[in-house]
């Protein structure tokens, strides 16, 4: 599953999901939390929230804005941020 999304300020944010087992993020602004079962980032489309088993967070670079997380993912949910702007809003459009 991929997706890709430029925002207003011009950064983009994408998702790129390999076997619900690698998630690599783009144009994620910051990560509020996050432990073995959830990861929450902040992102220019909203919070992003990560549920799952066994998560880790294989790689982080918040200056170039890129997370990749490893585990079992379960579910990806956007909260807040533009209205419309979560992944499956997307794709069901």
Do not use: W
């Amino acid at each position: 599953m991929q997706n890709g999304c430029a925002t207003q300020a011009g950064q983009e944010h994408g998702a790129t999901l390999v076997d619900r087992k690698r998630l690599s993020l783009t144009g994620v602004e910051d990560v509020d939390c996050f432990n073995e079962q959830i990861v929450v980032l902040r992102t220019p489309l909203g919070t992003l929230t990560v549920a799952g088993a066994g998560l880790n967070i294989s790689r982080l670079s918040l200056e170039e804005g890129r997370v990749e997380i490893e585990g079992e993912v379960d579910a990806l949910e956007y909260s807040g941020g533009k209205k419309g702007g979560g992944l499956l809003g997307r794709l069901f459009r």
